[in-house]
């Protein structure tokens, strides 16, 4: 029995890889041939699933976090010279307390000092991955970083045009939302990132404003363009200043692994995140691996920490959805890895083992 796990982290608990080990562990059977592939959609956990599947290497610099504060950060670097970025590595919520979050003085700027270490490092290729930032700059903070490093002569559209035209960005992600406006960067997120009423309404006049100078100075407006939302705003960012073209961050893992090579001969796909619900099925990582499942006739499972509306995701195809979290379970013991390994083991010998036999 052919069995493939693309598992999404458990975001706050578990890396892919580590839900992935548990899962393998358990299943002792020499009848079966597992296959562990890492996988992340942009977010959390991006740069180790996007390093492990191009054979790279991890990069540590010295950069700025959200708050401007000196931190130690790492991106990747593959053996065809391109950058892989996670920028929740610079801006990204977990670099903040609860209490220190503040939307209107984060910055992306660390996001920028990675960029120009990996360009001086001979990168001209970058993949960049929005996702899990505390930002709402618009990416302002990684364009001043970029033009802080170099001549102060220099705008940003010279460095863009002049010292860096060679460069390529690939932003991978799932969020399609415009930059500003009632879908907006700030109105969709923002709240999560410990804004205020008041805040999202400045930012997203910042935002706005923002926009029209870009335009004026770059001759252009990508503000409304699916993704100019993510990260903050940072999808913007690129693709105004930098021309990047934006990909679902699933199906460029997907593609890069030889994925629909791989399911030849496959007998099931077992996908997951930490909390699926119907959202899961907006281009989210298990939606894009349940696609491929169904074009080769590969039955897909999905297991979640907490699932909601699962009759909805059986309806859109996965032939079961399980919820591993005992009920009498809180969110807060859920999410502590070491009973999160339990849950997974528990479900695997329940669920998967007698399917074996």
Known sequence: MKIILAIDSFKGCMTSEEVENAISSSLNSKEIEIHNIPMSDGGEGMLEAFISAMN???VETN??????????????????????????KACGLTLMTPLERNTIKASTYGVGELIIHAFRNGCKDFIIGLGGSGT??????MLKAVSDSFASECTIKDIISRKMKDCRFTLASDVRNPLYGPNG???????????TESMVIELDNRAMTFA????????????????AGAAGGLGYAFMQYFDATFKSGADLLLD???????????????????????????G???ERILRRGQKHKVPVWLIAGRVEQSERLVSEGFERVYGI?????????????????????????????????
């Open 56 to 58: 790279g290497r991890i």
């Open 63 to 88: 950069v700025h976090d959200p708050l401007m504060r000196p931190i130690t950060a790492q991106y990747g670097i593959t053996p065809g010279g391109i950058a892989i970025i996670e920028t929740a």
């Open 136 to 141: 709402s700059d618009c990416g302002a903070g």
């Open 185 to 195: 960067a700030a109105h969709i997120y923002a709240p999560q990132k410990g804004a």
């Open 212 to 227: 029209r100078e870009s335009a004026l100075l770059m001759g252009k407006d990508t503000s409304h363009e699916p993704g």
């Open 256 to 282: 890069l692994t030889d994925f629909d090579i791989l399911l030849n001969g496959a007998d099931l796909i077992i996908t997951g995140e930490g909390h699926a619900d119907a959202q899961t099925l907006m």
């Open 284 to 286: 989210k990582l298990p």
């Open 325 to 357: 979290t005992p009920e009498s379970m809180s969110t807060e013991e859920a999410i502590i890895p070491g009973n999160a390994i339990k849950n997974i083991k528990r479900w695997t010998e329940a669920h998967l083992m007698p399917i074996i036999g």
